[in-house]
């Protein structure tokens, strides 16, 4: 029994990872389409500092945005940095926040909120994948803290300037960076921290499908209440990053070769998260899931609004917000 619920989450995840790279074998990446200015506009993104999430934070950077980056890596200056030496349009800063601890994100959003500044754009970029089994300072499983609560708690606490923010024909947009692997995902709203017979590629796998049903239920709220602003679920693809150090040593050595020739690069598997953030094609456009610039169907689990909801009220609860 154990080694089946243990192997089940693994031979279903590597299954997507399969697929994902026959399409990217017969497809070429995403190529964006010349994208308008964004002089005035101010993006946040976390995890900015290197990967996925550096390109991301340039490339709006260069079409004029304010960026900031959040992480609690030491590179933050050094990411700074290079992004101003590369023709950088806009302004572009690094602030200090760990995800996985609720009171960095509350200090983190707070911080924020006191300067006065609009917020436009937030993209929930950060994440890990199949690390070691842990728990956070708060007793969260670490990809769920991570990859999900963490950013469930700020978008919340950033929800008020983004709202402000927005109008309508220019609205503000929330990106989240899900993934293939959210199909293989399963929601045990009774074992969010996988106690029982944990895995950490059923951990991740769930943490990228709470990010997806999260944004549907977002979205329908802030539809219903007549908000501007829009949230995306985005899909990378297969990323050559090093969100895949933490793979077994075999499976290493067989991604290294395979990765020069399939794997997209970080700035390919940005491109997506960039579009979502600046297309003009999707400004008022909310609650899809993107994969290689179209919209796509996301996993069947992923449109069950009773999940949605119970998602919703259980990480409400989780990191105190009240109005669950």
Sequence with gaps: MWLLSVLLPLLKLYFCGVKVLLYQTFNRAFTLPVLPRQDGRVAMVTGGTRGMGYETAKHLAKLGMHVVIGNKREEGAAAVRRIQEEDSQGKVEFVFVDLTSLKSVRQFAQTFQNRGLPLHVLVNNAGIMMVPEGQTEDGVEIHFALNYLGHFLLTNLLLDTLKRSGRPGRCSRIINMSSATHYAGEMHMDDLNRRICYSSHSAYAQSKLALVLFTYHLQEQLTAGGFPVTVSAVDPGMVDTALYDNLWSIVQALKKPVAKIL??????????SVYAAAASE???????????????????????????????????????????
């Design 263 to 272: 794997f997209r690069t970080p700035a390919e598997g940005a491109s997506i």
């Design 282 to 324: 999707m400004e008022g456009v909310g609650g899809c899931y993107l994969y290689n610039g179209h919209r796509k169907q996301s996993s069947d689990t992923s449109y069950d609004s009773e999940l949605q909801a119970k998602l919703w009220k259980k990480s409400c609860e989780l990191v105190g917000l009240q109005k669950a």
